[in-house]
């Protein structure tokens, strides 16, 4: 079993401007903040108020009262054996945001340690044994096989960064996606949706290239909502694709490009008349 995350991650301008929580009141935000730390910490929770408020230490009857503002942020769930001696299986409640939260820290963990034990054995391969002899008579191609490991095993990209890199790129493409097209969904950072991003990552791009890409995808829906079909997690990260549009340059829907510097009138010529008027003037 995965050890439990002592601390949960709070997006904090998600929190504060979900509209769910928007209307609650200060009670109902404590009650709710509070059942996400218990899911997080023990899985999905019943649905009855009694033993919300037991395990909360809190009355029911204040529970209750702000049931109505807390329930609609958590989803039904019904979890596999978990029948009682009725033969009924109660329903659990859960936030579908926390579970994807879940996830992401598990994949984390995962390649984490993949990584890790790849290095260390990577490194017991590459290094010599005691009972092994550096007589003259060892092969050439001996050494040289061994000293290719250890040159692979410093120039190997670490999966855990490239990861990491993935998830900011996904998060900016969804925010870009949610400025374009309001009514869009999220992508949810799963590996299938972080593939292409981190096919693209690995062959030599970097996070600011991807970016750049990502904005002149979003100044073009703007112009062309008819776009916004293309504008996914995989087709602008296609090798062909993301080459082509991180050789253009990011423009506004909303301007056209400046073909020339705008044309200044030159400067009036004052005769010698009207400069004397004005010494005179100021001698006054």
Avoid at 12 to 32: H, T
Avoid at 256 to 281: G, H, Q, W, Y
Wanted: aromatic share 6%.
């Amino acid at each position: 079993m995965a050890p439990k995350l002592p601390y949960m991650p709070l997006y904090c301008n998600d929190f504060m401007y979900d509209p769910k929580v928007r209307v609650m009141s200060r009670v109902g935000r404590s009650i709710y903040v509070e059942m996400l730390c218990l899911e997080w910490l023990h899985g999905p929770l019943p649905d009855d108020v009694v033993t919300i408020a037991r395990m909360l230490g809190d009355n029911p009857k204040t529970i209750r009262a702000h049931w109505h503002e807390v329930r609609p942020c958590f989803d039904v769930v019904t979890p596999e054996k978990l029948a009682n001696n009725s033969g009924i299986i109660p329903s659990k409640l859960s936030n579908n945001r926390l579970v994807i939260e879940k996830l992401k820290h598990n994949n984390r963990r995962v390649i984490s340690a993949k990584a890790a034990k790849s290095r260390w054995s990577t490194d017991a391969d590459a290094m010599p044994s005691e009972s092994e002899s550096y007589s003259e008579s060892s092969s050439e191609s001996d050494i040289k096989k061994k000293k290719g490991i250890s040159e692979a095993t410093k120039k190997k990209k670490s999966p855990l960064l490239s990861n990491a890199s993935s998830e900011q790129v996904l998060e900016a493409l969804n925010a870009a996606r949610k400025r374009a097209m309001p009514n869009c969904r999220g992508i949810t950072c799963t590996p299938e949706s972080l593939k292409h991003i981190s096919e693209r990552l690995d062959a030599g791009a970097t996070v600011e290239d991807c970016l750049h890409v990502i904005a002149v995808l979003e100044a073009e829906v703007r112009k062309k909502p008819e776009a916004s079909r293309w504008f996914n997690h995989e087709t602008p990260f296609r090798p062909d694709n993301f080459a082509r549009n991180l050789s253009f340059p990011v423009t506004s829907a909303s301007s056209k490009p400046i073909s020339r510097l705008p044309e200044f009138p030159a400067p009036r010529v004052v005769s010698d008349e009207e400069r004397a008027l004005i010494d005179r003037d100021r001698a006054k």
